[in-house]
């Protein structure tokens, strides 16, 4: 059972690391060793605990490392790659197993780090199906924060996929890399809920980067397929049950992409693609038609389904500013001049703007509401003028050594801060006043 990692509960480590191919390291898990610890032996990976009461650990990897990682109820293992590559070890197992009520962050503090097949990854035969182990296999919480998941395997009738978002697990990624290699292979396979905020995806071959089977979100992300290639689509939506696919966002303008979506025969209806967002390639204006709610919606010149801009906040900044100048006696020339200039602007802007010109409309919201804050009283500038005071000799002040002058009254409202000392050279001696 060397090299195989069962579960981080009850770690036997410090919670200031251990290289762990310093020696062997003991782990505490549901393996079949003595007293259920695996003997985890020549590994590049350092292993420290967050929080062992709350069962938080981190993996950093020390150079490549080939192991299995099944990370069970109520943990919660972050791993960063840091620029190295992570292979499944067992021929038929996933790199990662992440079982129900467990949590397992990736990330990737350098650049290149990887997740991918082993050269030894064989086909699992299940019923009449077969397929490859997914590389993620996550029935628990996943979040892919960064690094590169490259499905290498996948051949003609036996099936492969980078991650695998089994029912009731959820699925979030924020950053990273997601590319398929080969051919009958996915980047995302998911059947319980699924959050694409960002990141990059890259289809190879034939097969579509995500499989979708039950819901779908996608707000981000830059998605393209490899040129050259035959390529089915971008997103197969099939099953039994209606899936749900929402995209409000993301880059699909690749112009590589020469169909967005594949629906199996057993989902008749459109309802489950709702599409309010996002650019795509002009050339499949059709097929985005199909899934938008033109009555709300609109695709400009550039491929961005888009809608009516928001300017309530604008609008809001414009009004205060015109009651702000009512008053304009109060403020100072310049200041008020400053916001009659940047209420100009923000009125002049066409009425009709749609989303893909937001952040014009909100740079003018922020320009009026700055000036708004800039505004000075006038009383307040005669306050600062007066604060210049030079006082009349006072025999109660201490005196000037050199001069015997009372020390001036602006020199004491600068300095004077009880125990604080001040130090006088004169021409004879020095002395030390303590205010």
């Given at each position: 059972m060397k090299n195989k990692v069962f579960g981080l509960i009850a770690l036997a480590v410090s919670s200031f690391g251990l290289i762990m191919n310093a020696s062997a390291v003991k782990i505490i898990g549901t393996g079949d060793g003595a007293d259920g610890r695996i003997d985890y032996e020549g590994s590049n990976i350092t292993l420290e605990t967050i929080d062992a009461e709350k069962k938080e650990y981190k993996l950093v990897l020390a150079g490549a490392a080939q192991e299995?990682?099944?990370?069970?109820?109520?943990?919660?293992?972050?791993?960063?790659?840091?620029?190295?590559?992570?292979?499944?070890?067992?021929?038929?197992?996933?790199?990662?197993?992440?079982?129900?009520?467990a949590t397992l962050i990736i990330t990737d503090s350098k650049t290149g780090g990887k997740i991918t097949y082993s050269e030894s990854s064989e086909k699992n035969t299940v019923g009449d199906k077969n397929s490859y182990a997914p590389l993620i296999a996550n029935a628990g919480t996943v979040t892919i924060q960064g690094g590169i998941i490259e499905v290498n395997k996948g051949e003609s009738g036996v099936y492969a996929t980078g991650i695998l978002n089994k029912d009731k697990a959820k699925l979030t990624v924020k950053d990273g890399h997601i590319e398929t290699k080969v051919i009958n292979a996915w980047g995302i396979t998911n059947e319980g809920e699924a959050f694409i905020e960002g990141g990059t995806f890259v289809q190879g071959k034939d097969f579509s980067i995500i499989d979708n089977a039950k819901t779908l979100h996608i707000s981000g992300?830059?998605?393209?397929?490899?040129?050259?290639?035959?390529?089915?689509?971008?997103?197969?939506?099939?099953?039994?049950?209606?899936?749900?696919?929402?995209?409000?966002?993301?880059?699909?303008?690749?112009?590589?992409?020469?169909?967005?979506?594949?629906?199996?025969?057993?989902v008749e209806e459109n309802t489950d693609i709702v599409l309010t967002g996002g650019t795509y390639p002009i050339a499949l204006k059709e097929e985005i038609e199909k899934y938008m709610d033109k009555e709300n919606y609109e695709i400009n010149e550039d491929g961005m389904i888009i809608t009516d801009a928001d300017y309530t906040k604008l609008n809001a900044a414009v009004a205060l500013a015109e009651e702000k100048i009512k008053e304009k006696e109060k403020y100072t020339a310049e200041s008020i001049k400053a916001l009659e200039e940047a209420l100009k602007v923000a009125k002049e802007v066409a009425k009709d703007l749609k989303t893909d010109k937001q952040s014009d409309i909100d740079t003018l919201e922020k320009n009026l509401t700055n000036a708004i804050?800039?505004?000075?009283?006038?009383?307040?500038?005669?306050?600062?003028?007066?604060?210049?005071?030079?006082?009349?000799?006072?025999?109660?002040?201490?005196?000037?050594?050199?001069?015997?002058?009372?020390?001036?009254?602006?020199?004491?409202?600068?300095?004077?801060?009880?125990?604080?000392?001040?130090?006088?050279?004169?021409?004879?001696k020095n002395k030390f006043y303590s205010l």
């Open positions: 299995d990682l099944i990370i069970l109820d109520g943990e919660t293992v972050t791993v960063d790659l840091a620029g190295n590559t992570w292979t499944n070890n067992n021929a038929k197992a996933s790199a990662f197993d992440v079982q129900a009520g992300g830059k998605f393209t397929v490899t040129p050259g290639d035959t390529h089915n689509s971008l997103i197969t939506n099939a099953d039994e049950a209606t899936p749900v696919l929402e995209i409000s966002g993301g880059d699909f303008s690749d112009t590589n992409i020469k169909k967005l979506f594949h629906k199996s025969t057993k804050s800039g505004l000075k009283l006038i009383e307040e500038e005669n306050d600062e003028d007066d604060n210049v005071v030079v006082a009349p000799d006072d025999p109660t002040l201490p005196e000037n050594p050199a001069t015997g002058v009372s020390l001036p009254l602006i020199s004491m409202m600068v300095l004077g801060v009880t125990g604080v000392g001040i130090y006088l050279g004169t021409k004879s």
